[in-house]
């Protein structure tokens, strides 16, 4: 059973920047599809971003392209998966989770506006404030 230990986060104004991290670990085969979550105050959770690391492919919400990246590195028990945040609007402000996304093909890993993605586990979740 895979753990996801998540950290960063935080209280910015907007435009400004932030990264979260979150780091696997536990797993018997190394997650192929990682992925950043959010969930505003009373909404229901979305899909940010994810990383295939397969291919070394990132996928995004339209809502964050061009502001957030995901990133990933692997060790050889522990995988990080890294959420760079720039620009940051009002409408970021959300708990973020990070997650692994239980697949091993890449059309199970891509973000799509309405789709669920299989997650095999979730991070504790970690609070993101963007203040106007």
């Known amino acids: 059973q895979v753990q996801l230990v998540e950290s960063g986060g935080g209280s910015v104004q907007a435009g400004g920047s932030l990264g979260l991290s979150c780091v696997a670990s536990?797993?018997?085969?190394?997650?192929?599809?990682m992925g950043w979550f959010r969930q505003p105050p009373g909404k229901e959770r979305e899909a940010v971003a994810t990383f295939y690391s397969g291919s070394g492919s990132a996928f995004y919400a339209d809502s964050v392209k061009g502001r957030f990246t995901i990133s990933q590195d692997n060790a050889r028990n522990t995988v990080t998966v890294y959420l760079s945040m720039n620009s940051l609007k009002p409408e970021d402000t959300a708990m973020y989770y990070c997650?692994?996304?239980?697949?091993?093909?890449?059309?199970?890993?891509?973000?799509?506006?309405?789709?669920?993605?299989?997650?095999?586990?979730w991070g504790q979740g970690t609070q993101v404030t963007v203040s106007s």
């Open positions: 536990g797993y018997t085969f190394r997650p192929t599809c």
């Open positions: 997650a692994a996304v239980r697949t091993w093909a890449l059309a199970g890993c891509t973000v799509v506006a309405g789709r669920r993605l299989d997650i095999s586990a």
